[in-house]
């Protein structure tokens, strides 16, 4: 009897098959022939295959849709009959002398339906009858299915509205009751299922069930009698449990289905909606006390019912939740509520009022603090959801209320601190979705700041999480290019996203991956540059409240966020310079005050340490208070960028680097007075002159030769010094030029002297007296011995600069005037 | 006997859920439309009486749940069917993207004898919804699509409206006349009489 293992079902289903399509066979032979006892013989034969109990709900319904095919031609030849005369009331009898109750219900369904059509009798009554004689059949798979059919044939006859079958009064109430009562039955025999122990009880049951079946399985009710039943049919009991809930998961769509034809009956409005058809729907599904046909029945509800009846009525329906059984599934039901309810909302604005007007929001709030507070063990996840869901319900109905999000949020949080901080990862995502959602709605973080929940529901998250929220957060500013510009809301912001901002407790450097990082600093990096009030004040305020923030960050972060901030507060100097300088008062912000913070943001970095950054800062606040003309405040910064060049900048490349950023931004610095200067430039040279390889020093100082000629400063025009730089990069070139010869055996490149040689042709041209054709002239002699010289290894680059230098200078001749005059004496 | 299989042809319709596939129905059956949404469960079916050449037979057009949580039992009632009718909604790229799911899906369960001839019509619905300007499968997309398949009658259609459904279920009713049906010739080895009354159920006797 333990019919376990698919394959002996597909054998017992093809066995059936094999049966109900003999006996089709002799069925439409019948038909053909015009046989009316004949096919009733048959079909009835037919039919007793869908007797078997061996089968699961599925394969039961293979077969059974295989009896539905033969049905209707069987349904067709009843009509044809009806036609010919032959009364139907007496084809009604007759069906019922099938031997067994299965097939004869079947038979009388299928006449029944033609009963109807025929309307020799009123729709109401035939459709009674037949749903109170489906009674015959309590085991619940072919109860189902009988009823099933009964739904099926009779869907297209209830005499609803408008149908042609409609009677004389209370027409639609009469079809509503019938399904109702039909759906009830179905509910019941599906329940009833679970708590059948084993499959022992088809074998112990028929006895019981026959004929009388309806007032004998009322004793299965009878405690005693189930405990005996549960003692034959033990083995494996969990498997047992499994399997069945399997089948009856199959089967719910029999049930569920009911409530499909419940919804597409004309004439079910709203007024009978509430006043019947919800009513007595839930009134079944609270008192099964079931937990599969709960949640279902009431997924059911939400789907196949309309919005509009869904909100008129949801004070009733939310009553329900707290009155079933605690282990439903509630959240998932409700958030598809909400879910359908948003949808609904987003769908079109003329139907908001609607919500406004029963006040769903209140409703719905109030549901699910009710259930959070019943179902005390809902996993942390489980409450998120919810809330999460109802969120995007405010966002959809009621976006200018920011308080009623708030709400939720605060509701939330106070659910999430009585279990402290989230280690589940799918509460963790719904964390996330929930935090997601406002942002995605406003696509304004200034709006979202406003919730004062917000912040200390992402207090929860873990700090990977936070993380990935405050990325989130950040993305959406950059995309949406929103203004985050007084100081309040920069440092509620930056209160937001600390996660990236500096270490939360508990967070190891190992575990972090530096390319994540990186990305992460640098999209508060962006994020430090997109921040502006055109008000100068309140600017100010907020590169102090982003410092104030961003100095907590520590080594690793400072040289991400530094630079930035530098920039802003430089852009905020800029700004100030303008036309009408320094509208302000004796407390206000002014260059050299930013200026003063400058120098303390800058310093921070020493710590990290990261002096070539900070050296470069100094370089670029130094221009900035030069076009400020604030000279003490410009040399201060030079002095000390060259204390981090003495002290801590010890790599020679670095210190190379170092050098031309300092002899180039030397060079535009016009605020100095001649003092000042000279300090600063004699440093400059001395520094270059130091350097360790000979060709960085040789290059180092001939660009020091600038520092003494600028081009549009007269007072800078030093012609003697320039060429003492020159003819000192000389001789370093030639010294290295020996040290090379003395260690290769070979010379090194001569490209050191005709860079020297574009030099002295940039002061020539320039006009300094000091630079002649003579001083040329003896250079391009060198270096063309130089290059002869045997000893000397090619090097075709710079064979070639010298060849388009030499070019050059034709060129210039060429091009007569005054140039050419000058360059006329030259010869190449 | 054949005579009368012929008389009665079914339709299964197919899509995503919420593309209108009861609406069309309805549409088409009871001329009725109500613009709420109410999903289906399961599948359920509608008749209609048509005419064709002079003959008339029952439609028999089945409504299928779009939302797979609805569709418990699974799809045998895809057997025997003679026409398939896809639905899609032109106002929503997913829908359209699945047509081939639901279209292999169906010959796959249904198994039909020859599979590449067998009718499949394509309908776009909701082509009423905002003037046409929220529309996001061009019908020339939908018709390359069809064309691709073995040339599959393609309709656009408004179940709201009443748009082109008649004509679009005149051609899946022309259709699936078309369709050879696949008469399960059953050969009794014995022509048993006295009927086969067989005991291999140790059910009950109801």
Request: include cysteine; charge should be negative; hydrophobic fraction near 40%.
């Amino acid at each position: 009897m333990i019919t376990d293992g698919v394959e002996d079902e597909d054998k017992w289903l093809a066995a059936g098959n094999a049966g109900l399509q003999q006996n089709a066979f002799y069925m439409h032979r019948a038909l053909d022939s015009n046989n009316l006892r004949d096919a009733l013989k048959y079909s009835a034969q037919m039919l007793s295959e869908l007797r078997t109990s061996k089968l699961s709900p599925q394969k039961y319904y293979q077969l059974y849709m295989r009896a539905f095919d033969e049905l209707r031609k069987l349904e067709m030849f009843f009509k044809e009959e009806a036609r010919r005369g032959c009364s139907i009331i007496d084809l009604y009898e007759l069906v019922q002398h099938a031997g067994n109750i299965l097939p004869r219900l079947y038979l009388l369904c299928t006449v029944g339906s033609v009963y109807i059509k025929s309307k020799e009798a009123p729709a109401k009554d035939v459709l009674k009858d037949l749903v109170e004689m489906c009674r015959g059949i309590q085991h619940p798979v072919r109860g189902l299915f009988l009823r099933s059919y009964l739904s099926q044939v009779s869907r297209d006859k209830l005499p609803d509205i408008g149908s042609e079958y409609e009677g004389d009064a209370d027409t639609v109430n009469d079809a509503v009751e019938f399904v109702l009562q039909n759906f009830t039955e179905m509910n019941k025999l599906w329940v009833r299922m679970q708590h059948q122990v084993g499959l022992n009880i088809y074998g112990l049951l028929p006895a019981l069930m026959c004929y009388n079946a309806c007032e004998s399985f009322i004793l299965l009710a009878d405690p005693e009698l189930r405990l005996a039943v549960g003692v034959s049919g033990l083995q494996g009991p969990a498997r047992e449990k499994d399997k069945r809930e399997k089948e009856r998961s199959e089967l719910r769509d029999l049930v569920g289905k009911n409530l499909h034809v419940l919804s597409q009956i004309e004439g079910v409005d709203l007024d009978m909606y509430k006043e019947t058809v919800l009513p007595r729907v839930l009134e079944q599904v609270v008192n099964c006390k079931d937990e599969i046909a709960q949640y279902y029945l009431m997924d059911c509800i939400i789907q196949v019912f309309p919005d509009e009846y869904h909100l008129q009525t949801l004070e009733i329906l939310l009553d329900a939740f707290p009155q079933l059984q605690p282990s439903v599934d509630i959240k998932t039901v409700l958030a598809r509520l909400m879910e359908r309810l948003s949808n609904y909302a987003a769908s079109s604005a003329e139907v908001l009022p609607e919500f406004l007007q029963v006040e769903a929001f209140a409703k719905l709030n109030n549901a699910i603090g009710k259930v959070i507070e019943a179902q005390v063990d809902m996993p942390v996840f489980g409450a998120v959801t919810l809330y999460s869901s109802l969120l995007t319900f405010i966002l959809h109905v009621h976006p200018e209320r920011l308080d009623y999000a708030d709400q939720v949020l605060g509701a939330c949080v106070k659910k999430l601190s009585s279990d402290g901080r989230i280690e589940d990862s799918k509460a963790t995502k719904q964390i996330v979705a929930l935090l997601s959602a406002p942002l995605e709605k406003y696509n304004d973080i200034v709006t979202v700041l406003k919730l004062s929940n917000y912040p200390r529901m992402m207090e929860y998250l873990d700090n990977e999480t936070n993380k990935v929220m405050a990325t989130v957060i950040i993305q959406s500013i950059m995309k949406n290019n929103t203004q985050v510009s007084t100081a309040d809301k920069v440092e509620s912001l930056f209160e937001l996203i600390k996660g990236l901002i500096k270490d939360l407790d508990g967070t190891l450097h190992d575990e972090i991956d530096e390319d994540d990082f990186k990305e992460e600093q640098n999209s508060v990096a962006r994020l430090i540059q997109m921040l502006h009030n055109d008000d100068p004040e309140e600017m100010f305020k907020v590169i102090c409240t982003v410092r104030k923030h961003i100095l907590t960050g520590g080594p690793k972060r400072l040289p991400f966020t530094i630079p930035p901030l530098v920039f802003s507060s430089l852009k905020l100097v800029r700004q100030l310079q303008g036309p009408d300088e320094n509208p302000f008062g004796e407390e206000s912000t002014t260059p050299k005050k930013i200026f003063q913070h400058l120098n303390q943001t800058i310093e921070t970095l020493y710590g990290v340490p990261s002096p070539e950054l900070a050296l470069r800062l100094y370089l670029q606040c130094a221009e900035a208070a030069n076009d400020c003309d604030l000279e003490p405040v410009a040399y201060e910064f030079f002095t000390q960028a060259y204390i981090l060049y003495e002290e801590e900048i010890s790599d020679s490349r670095a210190q190379v680097t170092a050098i031309h950023l300092i002899i180039g931004t030397l060079q535009r610095m016009h605020v100095f007075g001649v003092e000042n200067r000279d300090t600063l430039t004699h440093k400059a040279t001395g520094y270059s002159a130091k350097l360790l390889k000979k060709p960085d020093q040789c290059r180092a100082v001939y660009a020091c030769s600038h520092l003494f000629w600028v081009d549009d400063q007269d007072n800078m025009k030093d012609g003697e010094r320039v060429l003492l730089c020159l003819k000192r990069a000389l001789r370093i070139a030639n010294a290295a030029q020996q040290m090379s010869n003395a260690a290769r055996g070979s010379t090194g490149s001569v490209a050191l002297f005709v860079e020297i040689l574009n030099k002295y042709l940039y002061f020539f041209e320039k006009g300094n007296p000091q630079i002649t054709v003579a001083t040329i002239q003896s250079l391009i002699e060198l270096i063309t011995t130089e290059m002869q010289s045997d000893s000397n290894t090619p090097d075709p680059a710079a064979d070639a600069f010298l060849a388009s230098t030499l070019r050059y200078i034709q060129f210039q001749k060429q091009k007569g005037g005054a140039v050419g005059e000058k360059y006329e004496p030259i010869k190449a | 006997m054949a005579s009368r299989r012929r008389m009665l042809l079914k339709v299964i319709i197919l899509g995503d859920s919420g593309v209108g596939k009861t609406s069309l129905m309805n549409q088409y059956v009871n001329r009725k439309f109500s613009n709420q949404y109410k999903a289906t469960i399961g599948a359920d079916f509608l008749t209609k009486e048509v005419q064709f050449e002079d003959r008339l037979f029952t439609l028999q057009i089945w409504d299928t749940a779009g939302q797979e949580r609805f569709q418990s039992l699974g799809v045998a009632f895809y057997r025997g069917a003679d026409c398939c009718v896809l639905v899609y909604d032109v106002n929503v790229m997913k829908s359209f993207d699945n047509l081939n799911n639901w279209r292999e899906e169906f010959l796959i369960q249904a198994s039909p004898s020859d599979p590449e001839n067998f009718p499949f019509v394509v309908l776009g619905n909701k082509i009423d919804v905002d003037g046409g300007n929220s529309r996001v499968v061009s019908e020339k997309k939908a018709k390359a699509w069809c064309a691709s398949k073995g040339n599959i009658p393609y309709f656009e259609t408004s179940a709201k409206e009443g748009f082109n459904v008649e004509a679009a279920f005149q051609c899946i009713a022309k259709n699936a006349l078309k369709n050879e049906p696949e008469e399960e010739v059953y050969l009794p080895d014995t022509i048993d009489v006295g009927g086969g009354q067989q005991q291999r159920s140790s059910g009950c006797e109801c």
